[in-house]
């Protein structure tokens, strides 16, 4: 399956900042998508970016709060702009590799912000 | 994509064989059933993978009954090692299509 670099790993941030969270792919893959994890929960799609267009969002997050870019088949980066501390959570990307072997995820930036 | 639910969370003992089922009623004739394990601080990873009767790998077992209404991921003898969550998702493969994640089952091991 995929490898996948996430980064940072962890990082403190004060409110109102901006952190940007980069996702390199071993491999060309056609989608990417970015999750969010909240404390003790689930994962919860935010977007789905696709190299040469804008990134698909789902309902309840905006292109604002978390912009995405992805200028290549490889790499992915998600923005979390004008941090608030109820956007401390964990960030994870994902790709699909191949149909059998399902979705290969990073290991997650764990954000806190103060 | 098809709805499921699981139990929150299961406790056993290691060495026991655990079984965690999940319910999707409303599977789609195109959707796979699979099945994903979580620790702290780490992102989900892919355990095993079916589309009906039985797969089995060097890791679990997934049980898939005719009407795929349900399904059930086995553990043999789990260890310690294997307290995570386990997350069971539906839908189809090979399109990339976005996962949604239900609750996930907490299993904890203990000696």
């Known amino acids: 399956s995929a490898v996948i670099s996430q980064k940072p790993s962890r990082d403190i941030c004060q409110r109102g900042t901006s952190l940007t969270i980069q996702c390199q792919v071993d491999s060309q893959v056609t989608m990417m998508f970015w999750y969010r994890q909240q404390p003790g929960q689930s994962l919860t799609l935010i977007a789905t970016a696709n190299q040469g267009s804008e990134a698909t969002y789902e309902s309840g997050f905006v292109i604002d709060k978390f912009p995405i870019s992805r200028p290549n088949l490889t790499f992915s980066t998600l923005t979390v702009s004008n941090m608030s501390p109820e956007d401390s959570s964990i960030y994870l990307c994902s790709v699909e590799r191949t149909p059998q072997s399902g979705y290969t995820f990073g290991s997650g930036t764990r954000l806190t912000v103060v | 994509l098809a709805k499921t639910t699981q139990p929150i969370s299961m406790d056993s003992y290691e060495g026991q064989e655990v079984n965690i089922t999940c319910s999707h009623n409303?599977?789609?004739?195109?959707?796979?059933i699979t099945w994903y394990q979580q620790f702290p601080s780490q992102g989900p990873r892919f355990i095993i993978q079916?589309?009906?009767t039985k797969v089995t790998n060097e890791v679990a077992s997934l049980f898939i009954p005719a009407d795929r209404k349900s399904s059930t991921l086995s553990l043999p003898r789990v260890s310690l090692s294997d307290t995570a969550v386990y997350y069971c998702l539906v839908g189809p493969t090979g399109t990339a299509s976005k996962l949604t994640f239900g609750t996930g089952t907490r299993l904890q091991v203990t000696l």
């Open positions: 079916g589309y009906k």
């Open positions: 409303n599977i789609a004739t195109n959707d796979y």
